[in-house]
């Protein structure tokens, strides 16, 4: 009892605490591949804490959703997390639900988020909550589909037991169908975490935007909650990336032997996989939103396919 | 050179008609001149392009006593539509039969019945409240809405309201409001000397400066006749390809910020920089003013800093080859731009377009070659003209351009580092005052300025037509058909300035 309430706080303090880090480290790094030295490491933290301390405004024409919706989102966001294993597989929520729970959470924020940029009626509001949409109901299967394919290897959507089983059969697990689900999960990822292709989070164009158009009648605390649900999404998203893909050197439980290894293996993964997504972001440019359905299509293809290969051999 | 033809009001769309050979002859400018305490009427400016390659001016007259009114020419020429509602606004002359005749400068709640270019205006009027711009709903339907954008916008980028018609995310209509920080700049030249008046006009805009100072330079050289030294010449074409430089190479890396393409967003704002610190380094200023002046350039440059300038385009020209290369080879930057904010020629004709958005959509127009000022006749340099009008083609207009620039600066370099010579003159304009017009070809496009002395040789008008106020509206029918999310995109490629508006 006494090691689950630990390890719920362990790990809602590295969620939470983290998140900012993992954005900074991808910002740096995408800013030292454009020749650019790029904001401080920890500049996301000092925005957050900035954000807390303000006074919102808050638009006449919004209701209470308004100013309920980012505490929704948040918890939303961070209990999805808490499901997800980061570098022990016996994660605080695992008893409480697999990894359908997490996609449905992360709906949920969604339709929140979404609805709330609705409540004050500006354009940009509708604008970013009509793409959202559009787009999340090709990302969750997109998701599911990517998700499914290491299930079915595993025979469970229990993510705890996923990300042991995928560890212990170290460099075995190798193989072509694998292959095919980390580039289905990739495109997941880079959609989910809404980046270059298909949203770019740091674009000041705001009838480019998707995810930051839902924002924009947001400020002080309120946005805060928002920016930094957003953070502790994207490390939710990478933490279900490791613990799929990536899990060796996971550590069972928090009384087990090895954590250590397993944190700074952890923290290792993280870095590499924002580097990956600095890389990406670098080299591409946004595609046409008309094109973002195709792109998403191609990973359920490829997540169709690793499917039909777990089915087969 | 320019052929003058003078017409009753009522015979302005016939007489229009014949100068422009049925609209097939550009309209480049228009404007109006309140000169009731010259001869008690008010005249209208049309400049027109000749066929034999020069310029043809039409003007009429409307009696201050007669009703303030005269035909419009818009439905004949459909580039005079912005014109004709600025001097309806401005002069409170009515261009009966406009189709569209809404206030374009003036936005509530300025009074009714003030006309700032008038005369007898004198101080502007209080004007309280709140702006309120008031927007019919252009077009009705299922399923179509309204998407108000601006005027203030989350970069930082001058005031424009629009306002788009949409179904879904497909533009259907796009209603542009602009003119939100009008500065009364013709009319606050308007009693000063032509020495005085070069220190507003340069500053129209930030990154014409030296085409708007060029531009009026050269009118009040040809009203008083004066050639200016050939080595001012020189170092004034000098200074208006190093702009063209610093715009368009800014203006590749905003397309491709546009579309979140960071790599070449980031090295052409490198490289831009590096080209605005030489300017400063050159002439003291980022934005190479203070150097143009009528009857020549105020600092010669010799010497040292030639050869710094040759230096820094050898460097530049392959360091911009590889941003290029960069940019093509990048398929998913090159999808976004290809078939995007097409402007079809035909549009482009009507609203007679200048500048790389016209030679984009096959248009072979340049003022640098066509109607030559300062030494370009004796230059040699290239007008890269496209067909296709989309980003893509404004795009690479762009780069060919920055590479003829180039050259032009090595000619120009290589002309000053051999001759010596004065670069400055003293202009003695006539007793009698007298008019002149005054082009140079900026990096968006032909700015024509008009300048009228009067009998004390203090400027009586001024007229600013500057590159942006033709290409404005073709901006909005480029839209159209496009998605919304790709109208940045649009807006970047064409590059236009609002400031040029607000003069």
Known sequence: ?313 | MMKVKDTPVAGLRAAANAVSKSGRLPLRAMFANDERSLNGNYVLYLLFEAEDGGFSLLTSRIDARQPLEFPSLTTLLPAAAWYEREIHDLFGLKPTGHPDLQPLVLHEPWPADCFPLRKDFTAAPEVGGSISVKHPVAVHGEGVFEVPVGPIHAGIIEPGHFRFSQAGENVIRLDPTLFYTHRGIEKSLEGLPVERAIYRIERTCGVCSVSHALSFSQAAEAIAGTEVPLRAQYLRVLLAELERLYNHIGDVGNICAGVGFAVGASQAARQKETLMRFNEELTGNRFLRGMIVPGGVTTDIGGELIRHASSLINALLPDFKDVVEIMESNAGFIDRCRQTGVLPRQVAADLAVVGPAARASGIDADFRRDHPYAVYDQLEFKVPVRRHGDVEDRLWLRVSEVRESCELIRQALAFLASQKGECRTELTFPAAGGSSFGWSESARGANIHWLMLDANRRIYRYAIRSASYPNWPAVALAAPGNIIPDFPLINKSFELCYACLDR
């Not at chain 1, 929520?93 to 979404?114: H, S």
């Not at chain 1, 999404?233 to 060796?248: A, G, T």
């Not at chain 1, 050197?249 to 032997?257: N, S």
């Open chain 1, 1 to 313: 009892m006494l090691q689950t309430a630990f390890g719920l706080f362990l790990q809602t303090v590295l969620l939470i605490g983290l998140a900012p880090l993992v954005q900074g480290l991808v910002k740096k790094i995408k800013a030292r591949l454009q020749n650019r030295i790029g904001p401080p490491l920890l500049q996301s933290y000092y925005e957050i804490a900035k954000d807390l301390r303000k006074q919102a405004v808050i638009s006449q024409h919004a209701s209470w959703f308004t100013r309920y919706a980012p505490y929704i989102v948040w918890s939303c966001i961070v209990t999805a997390g808490l499901i997800v294993p980061s570098f022990f597989a016996d994660s605080p929520l695992g008893f409480a639900g697999d990894v359908l729970m997490v996609i449905y959470l992360f709906g949920t924020a969604r339709i929140f988020t979404a609805l709330a940029a609705l409540d004050s009626g500006s354009a940009f509001g509708g604008m970013g909550s009509s793409r959202e949409m559009a787009i999340g109901a090709i990302i969750e299967p997109a998701l599911l589909l990517a998700v499914l394919g290491v299930c079915l290897a595993g025979k469970t959507t229990v993510l705890s037991q996923l990300a042991l089983q995928v560890a212990g059969q170290s460099w075995d697990f190798i193989d072509p169908a694998y292959g095919l689900a980390v580039l289905a999960m990739l495109i997941v990822v880079m959609a989910e975490t809404g980046r270059i292709p298909v949203d770019n989070p740091d674009t000041h164009l705001e009838l480019t935007m998707i995810h930051e158009a839902m924002l924009l009648e947001y400020s002080g605390r309120y946005l805060g909650l928002m920016m930094w649900a957003a953070e502790v999404k994207q490390l939710v998203v990478l933490n279900l990336f490791i613990s799929l893909f990536f899990p060796w050197g996971i550590a069972g439980g928090l009384a087990e032997a090895g954590l250590a290894v397993s944190l700074l293996l952890y923290l290792l993964k993280l870095a590499l996989l924002a580097a990956t997504l600095a890389v990406v972001e670098t080299l591409y440019a946004k595609v046409r939103l008309f094109k973002v359905p195709p792109l998403l299509s191609s990973s359920m293809a490829l997540s169709v396919l690793v499917i039909i290969l777990r089915i087969v051999m």
